[in-house]
């Protein structure tokens, strides 16, 4: 299991991180999910690098990180009270809010929709930054989407930034292994009043807790297109996938498939809950969901770089635990 202590972060490496920002550089930075690519959320030439460094489609929305949650209303409009209670019990966390935005929020943090997300996250280096960045820019926010190439495995050290972005931004700040390991669950409330909450991407908050505060389980619309939904992170049929072919097998099917490639000469890793024979590499994951998932995106990334044919993984089990995992399995896959 990947150690998540984050290494300390020195006061003069902060305010550099802090002075980089301002001057409309990107810094990557930790959260408690994966890691983030910032830039300054009201400065529109510094939120354009973030698409140039990632490659990233133009209208595809970045999630805005803050420092506090009353923060929230200089970002958002019509917020719904049911918003402030969400965010007082997950807060810092794993949870994205989309909300209607505020007629000042650049376009192109928002994809050029009426709706941005919001979220605190749970990890004390960012929460440092972006506290820092805060009181020298009020009300500060940082755009931050996953600090890594559109579509790719998400990191969860800086050295996974570092393969993949470092010399496209101006400083990584070092935060150990993410703990949670996948991105946050992003929950639309911005047509709150007529369509009531709706689960737009399975995270690091599962229904059942959000249903606690709603009073009813949230609608999810992780698994079909809703029209009238905004467009938000990671909602692509093809996202976090490996450069090496997924597929997902259930179980029993494993042993005879993994035979017949080893038998054609096929070089096939596994990602599995149970040791597989006639698989070239190997990686066993914990059967619990919050280990799982904090292991996954580091071993997706190892078995990619082994230079194998075909990444084979086994099914996970059914559950609202395990609903994001499966999401980001399936968008591996396709």
């Known amino acids: 299991?990947?150690?998540?202590?984050?290494?300390?972060?020195?006061?003069?490496?902060?305010?550099q991180a802090v002075a980089r920002l301002q001057a409309g550089e990107l810094v990557a930075f930790p959260t408690e999910t994966v890691y983030g690519l910032g830039a300054d959320a009201a400065n529109p030439a510094a939120v354009a690098k973030i698409f140039a460094a990632k490659g990233r489609p133009s209208n595809h929305p970045l999630i805005v990180h803050l420092a506090a949650a009353e923060d929230m209303a200089h970002w958002a409009r019509e917020i719904p009270p049911v918003a402030w209670k969400l965010a007082e019990v997950f807060w810092p966390g794993p949870l994205t809010l989309i909300l209607k935005k505020q007629d000042g929020t650049p376009a192109a943090v928002t994809g050029g929709q009426d709706t941005l997300g919001l979220r605190i996250p749970a990890h004390p280096l960012a929460l440092r930054l972006l506290r820092a960045f805060g009181e020298a820019v009020k009300q500060g926010g940082?755009?931050?989407?996953?600090?890594?190439?559109?579509?790719?495995?998400?990191?969860?050290?800086?050295?996974?930034?570092?393969?993949?972005?470092?010399?496209?931004?101006?400083?990584?700040?070092?935060?150990?292994a993410c703990p949670v390991g996948i991105e946050s669950t992003i929950l639309d409330l911005s047509r709150f009043a007529a369509q009531g909450a709706r689960i737009l991407r399975p995270g690091g908050v599962a229904a059942p807790a959000l249903?606690?505060?709603l009073g009813v389980l949230p609608e999810s619309l992780a698994k079909k297109s809703a029209e009238d939904a905004p467009?938000?992170?990671?909602?692509?049929?093809?996202?976090?996938?490996?450069?090496?072919?997924?597929?997902?097998?259930?179980?029993?099917a494993l042993p005879d498939f993994l035979a017949r490639q080893a038998a054609?000469?096929?070089?096939?890793?596994?990602?599995?809950?149970?040791?597989?024979?006639?698989?070239?590499?190997c990686r066993v994951l914990p059967d619990d969901p919050a280990q799982y998932a904090r292991m996954l995106y580091a071993s997706l990334r190892e078995l990619d770089e082994a230079a194998l044919d075909l990444i084979v993984v086994e099914t996970p089990p059914i559950g609202f635990t395990w609903n994001a995992i499966h999401d980001r399995l399936r968008r591996a896959a396709a």
Request: glycine content about 8%; charged content about 20%; aromatic content about 2%.
């Open 1 to 15: 299991m990947p150690d998540c202590t984050p290494p300390r972060l020195d006061d003069a490496l902060l305010a």
């Open 211 to 213: 249903a606690e505060v």
């Open 142 to 176: 940082v755009a931050a989407p996953s600090a890594n190439r559109f579509g790719r495995i998400s990191p969860t050290t800086a050295v996974h930034v570092r393969a993949e972005l470092g010399e496209r931004t101006a400083l990584i700040l070092d935060g150990g």
């Open 264 to 281: 054609a000469g096929c070089r096939c890793g596994a990602l599995v809950l149970r040791p597989q024979a006639n698989a070239q590499l």
């Open 231 to 252: 467009r938000v992170s990671g909602s692509l049929a093809s996202h976090y996938a490996p450069n090496t072919p997924v597929r997902l097998l259930a179980r029993a």
